[in-house]
């Protein structure tokens, strides 16, 4: 058994550079279409047995298809949400680290990584609840999809590569869309695997 962690559609914030975080957003056209693809992908290549989403809107849009294709129903898990970015919600990434360079984890290493943004949660946190939803996946008996968002994902490649959370968030990259596969053992048997395409 495994579970099939998907990273969600791409969203209008995505394709303008906003920092998401928890905020309401859905999918663009485009991440529709991304989502309907990696659903036939899904099903064709794997039994899936149930579907996990993060429960953001982007998420939830992203399981639904992929539910459907597969006779499931979309389970709810907030452990698998993206960061809180508190009060950084909603602002350009462009010149993020150049407003606020205290955020920057190749400049500040650790000690960014530690820190929480005002209203927000530190990338420490987001590191321990992530692998907390991703043991109680592994321990089902059955092959679970898990649509969650890129940092969770890179936090959970990261931690199976022995990597640290900055060298995670900052040397990992996962498409929208995306899927990477981790055995029952806990091991990476695919990474940022492309179905849409």
Known sequence: MSTLFVRHGTTEWNEVGRIQGWAPVGLSD??????ARVADALVERHAVDAVVASD???TIETAE???????AEVETD???RERDFGVF?????????ERFPAFDLLENGRAAAERAPESGESWLAVRERVL????????????????THVNPIRLLLGERRGLS?????????????????????????????????
């Open 89 to 97: 919600q909603g602002l350009s990434s462009d010149d993020f680290f």
């Open 132 to 147: 907390d939803a991703a043991a109680d996946l592994r321990a089902r008996e059955e092959t679970v999809v898990a649509v």
């Open 30 to 35: 485009r991440g529709r279409g991304e989502a």
């Open 65 to 71: 298809p992929i539910a459907a294709a597969a006779g």
């Open 165 to 197: 959370v900055v060298e995670s968030l900052t040397g990992l990259s996962v498409d929208n869309c995306s899927v990477t596969a981790v055995d029952d053992e806990g091991g990476v048997v695919r990474a940022s695997d492309r179905y849409d395409t």
């Open 78 to 80: 907030p452990r698998l």
């Open 56 to 58: 953001l809107a982007r």
